[in-house]
């Protein structure tokens, strides 16, 4: 086939990236591994964080406006700033992937406390009462049906922190931290007179399917968790 | 037995809900709370499981002071059903059920066990068990969210307008089902209307309460009717009262008469002959009315061939020998006839009575109990005057 002609590592086009990669197969694939767990170790971490702080915004709601507000707040911080100044912050080496996870948890912090504030609260008001009435105490009806219930609210906004994060990490490769984002940096280097497109390219595609398989895993994880969902589109 | 001792709710912005209201909601009876919007019923049904706390004043369930229980220990042992049912969306109806069994430590097996029960006495089939509540209509779900107020067994339950947001059809079945659930468990019941006609259908004895959380009057339905305590009462319970009484009067032995019957499918010549006053009742091979033909007319349209249902006029109801004067009048009132149908248990029909008939028996009954007419004239009261 002609296509397969001009998949020459020396192509220049964006579809020279199949060509790059199996050139690079062994980087690539250590840099997409890295890439992985960066951007979803941080959103585990972060999603056990905001639980307690989300729940407190709910339970006391005096705490609402400037839990959400801060948290919004350190969404503006530019991501490159916080990958810098983290080592000086926690006392790692400049080039630690750990600063980026830790980076990326604070920022799936900011998105996820309004989000499972929400959640909690958006237990139908009539369910609360009997709840109430049948004599679950507060923590049984936070985990029995507040908790529950906030699933889909809550899952709809850790799809947007992974996502986001596929997208952050890369920016945290052009500092040097080993992830697909130095596909970009290589790229850029080798692009000397006329743009050199194989591992931009790559990279690109390399973080959309990352980022399509890490969002399909929580969809799926959530209907896993939330038959009666299915139940009530399926009637 | 729950007994409110001069409770009174103020909220913080000055509103008084409920005022020094006294009040005894004795065992295995239900006692209806009803009253307009702003009454303060639901405040004070919510005051018995200590969702609201009182401001001041004592609620008693049987000898403990509700105030001395934790709450979560004393609503385990009260049910609670609420208008839109409030059933776990995430749970299936047989884990909504076992809800609170599941609290109090019960057995997995035997829960889910007596759910099962539960849920045929209610009414729901056994493969429902699985399903998640928005699978089921309104009804249906009404129907669990009392199953799992029983789940436990509770001695009291509390009801907050439990049937008024299903259609009125489904409420009126849900109604019945419920007494005769009632009838079974005899469970101390406090339950909340706005509907008058409700209260007075389902209630052994029902406070009315005034805006302001004052009560009115606490009395068994047949004496609100009949003797309303004051204007705000009269007025509330409407202007058919008279009429409406007559539900809670059997109307005993009544004077029935024969009525010449054609079965479904005779001709139409018998059925021309059998008339009387141009009309004749048609029933099925079973002896069971199933609706009245205008013979008059009859020649005219289709002078041969049976009798078939589709011409039947169905206006009337029919009144079972155990009816009350009011389903009688009513059965008589409805008929295209001016006859009313009495049947028998089985659906069978016993014959007809006149709307004058029924109106000599209620003024014989008026006659017999002593004035003022209170409406409970029990089957014994004037009995043996029937013809």
């Not at chain 1, 707040?73 to 991501?79: F, G, M, R």
């Not at chain 2, 007596?114 to 209509?137: C, D, I, N, T, W």
Request: charge should be negative.
């Amino acid at each position: 086939m002609p296509l397969h002609d001009s998949l020459l590592a020396q192509d220049s086009s964006p579809f020279g990236m199949f060509g790059y990669f199996s050139d690079h197969r062994d980087e690539v694939l250590n840099w997409l591994w890295y890439h992985t767990w960066l951007s979803a170790v941080p959103v585990v971490a972060g999603l056990l964080i905001a639980l307690p702080l989300g729940w407190v915004a709910r339970r006391y709601r005096w705490t609402y406006p400037p839990l959400v507000t801060t948290a919004g707040l350190l969404y503006t911080i530019p991501s490159i700033a916080l990958f810098v100044a983290m080592p000086d912050i926690i006392g790692t080496q400049i080039l630690d992937p750990i600063n980026v996870a830790v980076a990326l948890t604070v920022y799936s912090v900011a998105l996820l406390v309004r989000v499972v504030a929400d959640g909690l609260g958006a237990v139908p008001e009539d369910v609360a009462q009997a709840a109430t009435a049948m004599g679950l105490t507060r923590r049984q009806r936070l985990l029995k049906v507040e908790l529950p219930l906030a699933v889909p609210v809550i899952a709809a906004g850790v799809r947007v922190a992974v996502v986001a994060n596929v997208s952050l990490v890369a920016v945290a490769g052009t500092i040097g931290v080993p992830n697909l984002g130095q596909l970009f940096t290589t790229g850029f280097q080798l692009s000397v007179g006329s743009p050199y497109y194989p591992p931009i390219t790559l990279g690109i595609v390399l973080c959309v399917l990352l980022a399509l398989a890490l969002d399909l895993l929580v969809v799926g994880g959530t209907r896993l968790a939330t038959p009666w969902r299915r139940a009530v589109s399926g009637s | 037995m729950i007994r409110f001792e001069s409770v009174s709710k103020k909220y913080p912005d000055g509103t008084l809900a409920v005022d020094r209201l006294e009040l005894v909601a004795p065992s295995g009876e239900i006692t209806v709370l009803v009253g307009p919007s702003g009454c303060g019923k639901t405040t004070s049904l919510r005051m018995i499981n200590r969702m609201i706390e009182p401001t001041s004043g004592r609620i008693w369930l049987d000898d403990r002071d509700t105030a001395t229980v934790p709450t979560h220990e004393l609503r385990r042992g009260i049910g609670y059903v609420i208008q839109h049912a409030g059933l776990f969306p995430h749970r299936t109806v047989v884990d909504n059920i076992t809800t609170v069994p599941e609290l109090l430590g019960t057995d997995k097996k035997q829960a889910r066990r007596r759910a099962l029960e539960l849920m045929e006495r209610v009414g729901l089939p056994a493969h429902f068990a699985k399903r998640y509540p928005a699978q089921l209509s309104g009804g249906q779900q009404q129907r669990v969210g009392v199953a799992r107020a029983l789940a436990a067994d509770p001695p009291v339950m509390l009801m907050d307008e439990p049937f008024s947001a299903v259609d009125p059809v489904v409420r009126a079945q849900l109604q019945n089902e419920f007494l005769r659930l009632q009838g079974e468990l005899g469970k101390t019941i406090v339950f909340v209307t706005h509907d008058i006609d409700e209260a007075i259908k389902l209630g052994d004895r029902v406070a009315v309460l005034q805006v302001g959380g004052h009560l009115a009057q606490l009395a068994p339905p047949a004496e609100l009717l009949s003797d309303p305590a004051d204007t705000f009462v009269a007025g509330f319970v409407g202007r058919d009262r008279g009429y409406r009484a007559l539900g809670f009067a059997e109307a005993g032995l009544l004077p029935v008469r024969k009525e010449h019957a054609v079965r479904l499918g005779s001709g139409r010549g018998e059925a021309h002959d059998a008339a009387e006053d141009g009309w004749v009742l048609v029933t099925d091979a079973e002896d069971r009315p199933q609706g009245w033909l205008r013979t008059d007319r009859l020649a005219e349209a289709e002078p041969t061939g049976p009798v078939t249902a589709p011409e039947l006029n169905l206006g009337g109801t029919l009144a079972s020998e155990t009816a009350t004067l009011r389903e009688a009048l009513d059965s008589a009132l409805s008929s295209p006839s001016g006859r009313g149908v009495i049947v028998d248990g089985a659906g069978r029909l016993l014959g007809t009575v006149t709307a004058s008939e029924v109106l000599t028996r209620i003024e014989q009954q008026r006659a017999a109990a002593d004035p003022p007419f209170t409406g409970d004239v029990g089957p014994g009261g004037a009995e043996s005057e029937a013809s």
